[in-house]
């Protein structure tokens, strides 16, 4: 039970880690920074979205509208941060 405890700790940091490389992209982009026309950075984007979107857009439908700031990924977090800690202090020990 162990092992699989970690295995899903596992995914949730990497999950954390993809979703916060997503956010800094579309920083990035928007702030002129990096060139979303480059191969590379087109690449990277659209597997980040690809992976993020799923969750996001559930929490989406449920976030007020603030006026072009996009509160899900925060949200996303924190979910995914409980669930991590969650399951430390239940399944793993």
């Not at 039970?1 to 295995?7: A, D």
């Not at 990497?14 to 579309?26: D, E, G, Q, R």
């Not at 439908?61 to 800690?85: E, H, K, T």
């Amino acid at each position: 039970m162990q092992s699989f405890g970690l295995l899903i700790d596992t995914v949730i940091w990497i999950f954390t880690w993809v979703l916060i490389i997503n956010i800094a992209l579309t920083w990035l982009i928007h702030f002129g920074i990096v060139n979303p026309r480059q191969q590379f950075v087109r690449m990277l984007g659209e597997v980040t979205y690809r992976i993020t979107e799923p969750l996001l857009a559930p929490i989406r439908r449920f976030m007020p509208n603030l006026g072009g700031i996009d509160l899900s990924p925060v949200v996303l977090i924190l979910l995914l941060q409980f669930a991590r800690n969650l399951m430390w202090e239940y399944v793993i020990f």
